[in-house]
Each structure stands twice: as C-alpha cells, then as structure tokens.
C-alpha cells in the first residue's frame, strides 16, 4: 500500500471579510474623528487674547469660581461659543451631505441654492419690521424665509439628475434676488442695518447660553429629521424609478429631507448668520472615510463640520493681534480653493 503523496491542505488563517474590515476601519477613522473634535475644543478653550491655564482650564469646569477671570472667560464667553460653533458646523454638515444626495449634485450647498439667503432675508425682514434684535428670536424668520427660498429654486430648477446645472443657476438666481431685496430693505432702516452688518459675516462673538439652549430644540428636530431620511436617500442613490420599485415613497421622502435641511440652516443662520462653503466641504472630505451609505456620511459631515468650523473660529479670533475676524470670513477663505479645486479636479463633470 502506498503512502499518500498528495499535499495536505493547510487551514487558512483567520482574517476578517471585507464587510467586517470596512466596518472596523469606519470605527476607527470615527473614533480618530472625535479625538480630533476633543482636542479643538480643549484649544479652543485655552487660547485667545487672554490664554488660560492648564489649572484654571481644569478647575472652570470642577470648582467653578465666579470671582476668578479664567474662569467667567472659559464659561460664559468661551464654550458657549465653541458650542455654537460645533453646532452649526455640524448642522452644515449633515445639510449639505443630505442636499448632495438628495439632488445627486456634488455642488449642492445650503449657500449656493439660496437656504441662506432665504434666512437672511427672513431675519432682515423680522428687525425691520418687527424691531426684533434679539438673535434668540430670528429662528421663525428665518425657518420662514428658508423655507420660501428652497421652494423657489426647486421650482425653478427642478431637482432630477438631469437638471443639476439649472439648479445651480436657480439658486444663484434667487441668492442674487434675495440678497437684493435685503440691501434695499436696509436703506429704510439704519438700526437694523447696524444688526445685520455684524450678523451677515457670519460669527459668534454675540452668542449667549440661552442663545445656544433656545435653538438646541429645533436642532435636535433636524436631525431626527435627518435621521429619518437617511434610510430612504441610499435607496435614492440609486434613481427614482429603482427607489419606487423597493416600496420607498420618493415624495414622502423628498419632503422630510427638505424639511430637516431648512430646519438645520434655518436654526444655524438665527444663531451665527449665513456661514458659506461648510456644508459644501464637509461631505467631500467625508467621502474620503465613510462607507457609502448616507447615514454614516451624514455622521462624519457633522463630526468634521463641527470641527472644521470650530477651528476656523479659533483662528478667526486668535490669527490677529489687535482684532478679531469673523467665523464667516475665515471659512470663506479656506472654501473658496476648495470649491475652485473640486470644478478643476472634474468632481462636477456630470453638470
């Protein structure tokens, strides 16, 4: 009898499938995410014209002492406003990332299809007429104002795949009419002028913890809205006709994802003004880490919103000796390259 010669086979290592593997490494560049977050908010608490200690950073928070300086400094100017800032660059970043899939356009962007300006123009509206300039306040003017410019330019450009550059016209158009319509308000009316030239660039040197816990609620509805939405936009991805087909009610959705998105950039201009290029960034660079599923591109578009914004805040008020710059300004700054370099770089060839 002889030996058998064949080569035994050998047990396979143990490695991971892909869906596990993808999954491990969308937690960890997560993780890594919110490690980036914690680290801006502690600089962001530390410095400014009058920097704090490691100390008094430490006992701000465990054994607050009004009579100490560092102290009132860290709670009550700046971590209201770094919250402020995580807030509405998290809510830019979820806005954008469900405007983009919504309308399957990489440009879309509350700023260029007019949500903002449609804010503006309901807070101009509300201080001119009104005689309202308590920014708390501004949130109904501008859901309102919002609210008429997305279904304005929605009307006008459509929102089918095949009309993605119309749109893009449409909201430039209504942007321009808008914006017009606020500087001829603005002439009528000197005191709301001085409100909205300090508000317009877009900032928190004003915001307030009541500010912050007056607008957290309808904040809080967006991004259940949001939520909500996020199952049905994967389906969405992959057309109308194809999203019918698997049972999803396409105008339903369609209608409770405008809703979160005027919501979130209703509630982010009544609290710092219409801040520009945010939620057009924030999901490219998303992209680059999570998985393809709307849900998790509209997480990390709010994890690095937030930090994005927040960083731009520190280096609006810290960059210059004498003055300050507004948020604003500085996230027009560091967007307008980046939207130069997505149209040079064919991530809107399909226009």
């Known amino acids: 009898m002889t030996a058998d010669t064949r080569p035994q086979s050998r047990p396979r290592p143990y490695r991971l499938s892909d869906r596990r593997a993808r999954r491990l490494n969308t937690m960890i560049c997560f993780a890594i995410g919110l490690l980036g977050l914690f680290a801006m908010a502690v600089v962001a608490l530390r410095v400014g014209h009058r920097p704090v200690t490691w100390g008094e950073l430490w006992q701000a928070f465990v054994a607050y002492d009004r009579d100490v300086a560092g102290h009132v400094i860290i709670q009550q100017i700046r971590l209201p406003r770094l919250a402020a800032a995580m807030l509405c660059g998290g809510c830019l970043g979820i806005a954008g990332a469900l405007m983009q899939a919504l309308t399957r356009n990489p440009l879309a962007d509350p700023g260029l299809l007019g949500v903002n300006a449609g804010a503006a123009l309901g807070v101009v509206l509300c201080t001119v007429l009104l005689r309202i300039t308590d920014p708390a306040q501004f949130f109904w003017a501008a859901l309102l104002g919002?609210?008429?410019?997305?279904?304005?330019?929605?009307?006008?450009?459509?929102?089918?795949?095949?009309?993605?550059?119309?749109?893009?016209?449409?909201?430039?158009?209504?942007?321009?009419?808008?914006?017009?319509?606020?500087?001829?308000?603005?002439?009528?009316?000197?005191?709301?002028?001085?409100?909205?030239?300090?508000?317009?660039?877009?900032?928190?040197?004003?915001?307030?913890?009541?500010?912050?816990?007056?607008?957290?609620?309808?904040?809080?509805?967006?991004?259940?809205?949001?939520?909500i939405a996020g199952f049905s936009l994967n389906a969405l991805q992959l057309g109308e006709e194809a999203a019918l087909g698997l049972g999803i009610r396409v105008g339903l959705?369609?209608?409770?994802?405008?809703?979160?998105?005027?919501?979130?950039?209703?509630?982010?201009?009544?609290?710092?003004?219409?801040?520009?290029?945010?939620?057009?960034?924030?999901?490219?660079?998303?992209?680059?880490?999570?998985?393809?599923?709307?849900?998790?591109?509209?997480?990390?578009?709010?994890?690095?919103?937030?930090?994005?914004?927040?960083?731009?805040?520190?280096?609006?008020r810290t960059a210059f000796a004498q003055t300050t710059m507004q948020a604003g300004v500085m996230s027009a700054i560091l967007g307008g390259p980046v939207l130069i370099w997505l149209v040079r770089s064919g991530g809107v060839r399909r226009l």
Request: with cysteine.
């Open 146 to 227: 919002a609210t008429l410019a997305a279904v304005l330019v929605f009307f006008l450009g459509g929102n089918t795949p095949s009309r993605t550059g119309r749109l893009i016209l449409a909201g430039a158009a209504v942007s321009a009419l808008f914006f017009a319509l606020i500087r001829g308000l603005l002439l009528a009316s000197r005191a709301s002028l001085e409100v909205y030239r300090v508000w317009v660039l877009g900032g928190f040197d004003n915001v307030t913890q009541d500010m912050v816990a007056a607008l957290l609620p309808f904040i809080l509805v967006g991004v259940i809205l949001a939520c």
């Open 253 to 316: 959705m369609q209608l409770v994802t405008g809703c979160a998105i005027v919501i979130l950039c209703a509630a982010t201009v009544a609290m710092a003004g219409p801040i520009a290029f945010i939620g057009l960034i924030v999901p490219h660079l998303a992209r680059a880490t999570a998985p393809q599923d709307i849900r998790w591109l509209a997480l990390f578009s709010a994890l690095y919103g937030a930090m994005l914004l927040g960083l731009a805040d520190v280096v609006a």
